[in-house]
């Protein structure tokens, strides 16, 4: 590859679309048209049960597959650089680096708290077809078959179960079906994202400090075009104050603190009991 991929971490609903979005709206910065490409990386692993995929499994064939699709994605697109975004990945960063050691690697980190009422919206959202179909342009051809099998199996689950709301969605953690069975909603999605932020925390000490950069959700939003200006030295480039600021224009600070106006006394008390060991490891304060 031309230069090597950047990769971007982070559990769903951390700012990470937003990140990648903004990026790849600077000439030369490159990725899928679809929100993201889990299927290219776990191919040879499909059947496994949650996305939490050990090292060893990246053999050589799979590492060249994966390897394979981000260099036709750059030769097809004169990419300067490949920015790549799949959130199942921060449960597995140590497969990710095993097949990119190379990578640059943007870290972003949002208050769990806030991560959780948003999450749970996209567990219950409706079925959207276009979102879907973009997705399936990137299986695997071999792999096309089961995903789509899967697929329709699910969406008639989701028609005649009366636990259809809660059809699963985002990074599957080791233990999300015992917790989908038993817990609530919001202990579900708290969880969720507490095993990515956890695996990440864990699995970025194999990796050189040079190859991360490390960014909260709320220090972007605070600060975008200061940020922006980090991120852009990180890849090594630039662009001017008038560009930076344009690229950032529609970044807002309205969904930090969310979560103090979603949940009951109650409810906030359950959800810190489970977020606050990990957010005071990521540097977040109790409140």
Not at 45 to 66: H, M, Q, S, W
Not at 109 to 135: H, I, Q
Not at 206 to 217: C, N
Not at 232 to 237: A, C, D, E
């Amino acid at each position: 590859m031309k230069n090597t991929p950047i990769i971007i971490i982070g559990s769903g609903r951390s700012g990470t679309n937003m990140l990648r979005d903004i990026i790849t709206s600077i000439d030369g910065f490159e990725t899928w048209d679809c929100d993201e490409i889990n299927p290219i990386w776990r191919y040879g692993n499909r059947e496994y049960p949650t996305d939490e995929l050990p090292v060893e499994n990246a053999t050589p064939r799979v590492k060249k597959f994966i390897r394979s699709k981000f260099e036709q994605l750059q030769k097809n697109t004169k990419a300067e650089y490949v920015v790549e975004k799949t959130c199942a990945n921060s449960l597995r960063l140590n497969y990710v680096y095993e097949i990119f050691p190379d990578a640059k690697y943007v870290i972003i980190n949002r208050d769990g708290r806030d991560v959780v009422p948003s999450a749970m919206k996209r567990w219950v959202s409706s079925f959207e077809l276009s979102y879907t179909l973009k997705k399936l342009r990137y299986v695997p051809l071999k792999d096309l078959f089961y995903y789509v099998s899967r697929f329709g199996m699910n969406r008639v689950k989701k028609i005649f179960s009366k636990e259809a709301s809660l059809s699963f969605w985002g990074p599957l953690y080791q233990g999300i079906d015992k917790d989908v069975a038993s817990l609530t909603l919001m202990e579900v999605c708290a969880n969720q994202w507490k095993h990515c932020a956890e695996n990440t925390l864990q699995h970025r000490k194999m990796i050189s400090k040079d190859q991360i950069f490390d960014i909260t959700y709320e220090s972007f939003v605070a600060r975008p075009e200061e940020e922006m200006k980090r991120l852009l030295g990180f890849f090594g480039t630039s662009l001017s104050e008038d560009k930076i600021k344009e690229l950032v224009t529609n970044v807002s600070t309205k969904s930090v603190g969310s979560h103090k106006k979603k949940f009951s006394e109650e409810e906030l008390a359950t959800l810190e009991q489970i977020t606050l060991p990990t957010l005071k490891k990521l540097g977040y304060q109790g409140e």
